[in-house]
């Protein structure tokens, strides 16, 4: 399948980042020159054959930031949800009909390599559904408070990312079946789990050790010095 119709990309950064603390939610932290929402904002917003690019931030920090749309001239602001996948949803609301696909990307994510990107567009245009990933390199363990109960086996384990590529039908689909109280926990964190929920096939393409998320004071030491490596050269990710 190619398609004509636009390519979009939702970035939730709606989050309250209660793992990090601090008195200001994670996206907002600054790493080198810039807050850690704004790695995403500007490598999606200037990638050739994005249509649009919806932020969604928390509702109290539209304000703060609608200076950015004059930077980012398909970027468009909207308002957070309760839950990750609430916010998403808000943002895909907010696209202009006739899109053909949507990356989704948590900003948690800074440093997103091209080739990941490029990938994502080719699923959609082929009409896939992916989410990208990285094998487990851990030995996994499934646990009861502190017993451990089995072991799994590790070469069928991956562990998920973003950008996860979708559908705008299917996704419009999704949102019309489910019921927020019926989806388990377990399947409400990604845009994947939701696909699994309502039924639809989901493929994962491989990720990028560099796409780990921010989640706690630690990772802000490994984001500052990526952001070193990206700001001196060593590093690109535009392989
Ligand atoms: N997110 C969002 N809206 C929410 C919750 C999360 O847009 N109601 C976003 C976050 O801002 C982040 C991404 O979803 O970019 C992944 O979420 P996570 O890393 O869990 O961030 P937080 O929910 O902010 O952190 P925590 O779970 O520690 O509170
Ligand atoms: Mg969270």
């Not at 309250?16 to 810039?34: D, E, N, T, Y």
């Not at 398909?74 to 609430?86: H, S």
């Not at 973003?162 to 845009?191: C, F, G, N, R």
Request: aromatic fraction near 8%; hydrophobic fraction near 40%; include cysteine.
């Amino acid at each position: 399948m190619i398609s004509d119709k636009p390519i979009a990309v939702v970035l939730p950064a709606g989050g309250s980042g209660l793992r990090m603390g601090g008195p200001v939610p994670k996206q907002f932290l600054q790493i080198g020159h810039k807050p850690l929402f704004e790695y995403s904002v500007n490598r999606l917003c200037t990638y050739p054959g994005i249509g649009f690019v919806v932020l969604v931030l928390p509702p109290n920090f539209l304000t703060q930031y609608e200076g950015l749309c004059a930077s980012y001239k398909n970027l468009i602001l909207t308002a957070g949800g309760d839950t990750r996948w609430q916010s998403v949803r808000n943002g895909v609301q907010v696209l202009p009909p006739g899109i053909h696909g949507v990356l989704i990307h948590d900003v948690a994510r800074p440093f997103i390599p091209k080739s990941v990107v490029q990938t994502c567009i080719e699923s959609l245009m082929a009409g896939k559904n992916v989410i990208t990933a990285c094998r487990a390199t851990d030995t996994i363990k499934q646990v009861d408070g502190s017993c451990v109960v089995n072991t799994l086996d590790r070469r069928a384990i991956i562990q998920v990312q973003t950008p996860q590529a979708i559908l705008h039908a299917d996704l419009i689909d999704v949102y019309q079946k489910i019921d927020k109280d019926q989806i388990p926990h377990s399947l409400a964190t990604d845009e994947a789990g939701l696909l699994e929920f309502a039924g639809f096939k989901v493929h994962w393409v491989e990720g990028s050790p560099w796409l780990k998320k921010v989640t706690t004071a630690e990772d802000m030491v490994w984001a500052e010095w990526v952001a070193g490596l990206l700001l001196s050269g060593k590093l690109t990710l535009d392989d």
